[in-house]
């Protein structure tokens, strides 16, 4: 005579749904890889264990970012194009420019007569063997100022895509200045 009313599920199922079908679809969206991320980098991440130590190089700029750039043994249009984007480049940064150096890396076969003829006033830094390994496809790549190797731009073919390169890694440079308390 004494019996229970029975409990009404309705409730509980409702909260359930509510609470744990949000997380099982966020679930399936990741471990289908549904989801892209949210980075805003136009550069290509190295690793993070790659720096001037690490290649057995002293740091040139210590304290100071950087924009490497291997010069080839004959510097065709391709790498003029190149050397181009680096000083429009670094003229584009306007009141951060002295916060960046370019480093034009050369070997001892590298065409350093077309600095001249181009009139490029960047530094000159001897590389070596690794750093030399690394930069082979000559790409441009962005260094901290505690010597670390973060960001790289593959060549591309052509002077709308270096320009279109050259607005990325301005973009990119900016923002690291913004956020970087170093250097």
């Keep these: 005579m004494n019996s229970q009313p029975k409990k009404n599920n309705k409730a509980l199922i409702l909260l359930l749904v509510v609470f744990v079908l949000p997380i099982a679809v966020a679930k399936l969206v990741l471990s289908l890889e549904l989801y892209q991320g949210g980075a805003t980098n136009k550069g290509a991440l190295l690793a993070t264990d790659i720096n001037y130590s690490s290649l057995a190089m002293a740091n040139p700029k210590p304290h100071s970012w950087q924009i490497l750039y291997l010069l080839p043994q004959t510097c065709e249009q391709s790498c003029q194009d190149r050397l181009y984007l680096l000083n429009q480049s670094y003229i584009a940064l306007g009141k951060n420019r002295d916060r960046v150096s370019p480093i034009i890396l050369v070997e001892s076969h590298s065409d350093t007569s077309i600095l001249s003829t181009l009139q490029i006033p960047f530094e000159q830094v001897t590389a070596n063997k690794a750093i030399a390994a690394l ?49």
């Design 135 to 183: 930069m082979t496809q000559q790409q441009v790549i962005i260094v901290d100022p505690l010597g670390s190797l973060i960001m790289q731009y593959d060549d591309v073919a052509g002077r709308d895509a270096n320009i279109t390169q050259g607005k990325a890694m301005i973009a990119d440079l900016r923002k690291m200045l913004k956020l970087s308390r170093v250097g």
